[in-house]
């Protein structure tokens, strides 16, 4: 095949990406955009929500004596450990 069998091809293919290439693609269309988000607005509502109670379930869950004195021991004993010290501290020691 010579060059000028290939030119109509070439033509059609330009033509053709010229064409596609006006129309936006569905992907680079934006949804309207949403208002900004304050950080820290979820955890407020959080927060919200938990005070009032409106999500708090109507089954209680009480927790059972011998769990809970093992949950108090534990945090008790972690006191035993000192800080590491890449933990860092704004207080100064004396």
Do not use: N
């Amino acid at each position: 095949m010579t060059t000028e069998t290939h030119r109509p091809r070439t033509l059609r293919c330009l033509a053709l990406w010229a064409a596609l290439s006006v129309v936006p693609p569905l992907w680079a269309q934006t949804a309207p955009a949403a208002p900004p988000a304050r950080v820290g607005d979820a955890t407020h509502g959080l927060l919200q929500r938990q005070r009032e109670g409106r999500e708090a379930s109507a089954t209680p869950r009480p927790i059972d004596g011998a769990v809970a004195e093992a949950s108090q021991q534990r945090y008790m004993k972690s006191f035993e450990q000192p800080l590491p010290a890449w933990f860092g501290s704004r207080l100064q020691a004396k």
